[in-house]
């Protein structure tokens, strides 16, 4: 693997796999392909557009000739595609959208990776597509249970891999994360909004009771997981990736202010979400075969996302301060206030 086509790149995680893939490898050269929506931030590829085996190329998944020609350019061998819609508040709002990039998209990726029997080709999941555990872990076996547009799109988009590999051959791995923090994200997601909302001492928009479950992690343990996967794990093979434990958000909202010394009186409950999942849990034992494990616990992970969101106010300001964000969190939280 030499020339890695990394879709999605300049958004959160994958700007970070890139970031990571070109300190520790000197010997491949990363292709961006990334549309830049609203969530794909030429800022995040700042600290490597100098790195002679950096290139960049903006298009969209779903143009199959654009991919087409960065194949060729490029003489892409593997791809990892992190290009997707991600966010379920956005999905519950306009998901024609995430199925277009998230099914579609892949289906294009996956043809090309077909016509050029390229060495790998990696799918970046979520742990949404089991739905709602509310006991025990999942694992990759488990039946799909999607409960938003996202998480249909998503598992959409695997199943859409598997039958490559059983129909093509092709050599398709998965990873399905949980939910990811650190550098880069979008303030859209809960720890973004609530680190950046806290600084600006403004309410931090809690969902209903707030004992919602997440496994946070930090993102390079995530990245870290994928390149085990993109070099030990075997085609047609599911990995999960996470720490195993989880955080109730509201657990979440008081680490966050503990941590910047902010009042507790931030939090401000808001209608829960329609569907939302209560819990998410994963069993990484598999992943965990292979050599990887997080470095990161929650608290750790989240006292360097804050770290990292108070260093860099100029990421992030300048994306809040923007009207395309100030009118998404209007529609997303007016009017939602719960009186505790």
């Excluded at 794909?40 to 969209?60: K, M, R």
């Excluded at 016509?115 to 006991?135: C, F, M, N, P």
């Excluded at 910047?260 to 329609?274: A, N, Y």
Aim: proline share 5%; hydrophobic share 35%.
């Amino acid at each position: 693997m030499k020339n890695l086509l990394v879709t999605g790149g300049a958004g959160f995680i994958g700007s970070n796999f890139v970031h990571m893939m070109l300190e520790r490898y000197n010997d491949i050269n990363v292709v961006v392909f990334d549309k830049l929506t609203y969530a794909g931030n030429p800022d995040n590829l700042l600290p490597v557009e100098n790195n002679p085996h950096y290139h960049f190329v903006q298009g969209d998944i779903c143009d199959a000739e654009a991919v087409d020609a960065a194949m060729q350019q490029h003489n892409i061998d593997t791809i990892v595609n992190f290009a997707a819609e991600t966010h379920v508040d956005r999905s519950l709002m306009e998901p024609g959208g995430f199925i277009q990039t998230d099914v579609y998209g892949t289906f294009v990726l996956l043809e090309a990776a077909k016509k050029y029997q390229i060495e790998r080709y990696h799918q970046i999941s979520t742990d949404e597509v089991y739905g709602a555990v509310l006991t025990g872990r999942s694992v990759e076996t488990d039946r799909l249970h999607t409960r938003s547009p996202y998480s249909a799109a998503k598992a959409g988009a695997d199943l859409m891999c598997l039958a490559y590999y059983t129909s093509f051959d092709l050599p398709v791995t998965i990873t399905r994360g949980s939910n990811n923090i650190g550098p880069y994200q979008y303030p859209e997601k809960v720890v973004p909004v609530f680190v950046t909302n806290a600084i600006d001492n403004k309410p931090l928009p809690l969902y209903g009771d707030g004992m919602q479950m997440r496994d946070y992690q930090y993102v390079l343990d995530h990245c870290e997981g994928i390149d085990m996967v993109l070099r030990k794990g075997q085609p047609g093979e599911i990995y999960n990736l996470g720490t195993g434990v989880e955080s109730t958000n509201i657990e979440l909202a008081h680490l966050i202010l503990k941590l910047l010394g902010k009042p507790e009186s931030l939090i401000q409950p808001i209608t829960d979400r329609p569907g939302h999942d209560r819990r998410y849990a994963l069993d990484c034992s598999k992943i965990k075969a292979l050599g990887w494990n997080s470095s990161h616990n929650f608290e750790q992970a989240v006292e360097a996302t804050v770290k990292w969101y108070v260093d860099n106010e100029w990421w992030w300001r300048k994306i809040k301060d923007g009207r395309h964000y100030q009118e998404y969190y209007r529609r997303q939280y007016a009017g939602r206030e719960v009186t505790p």
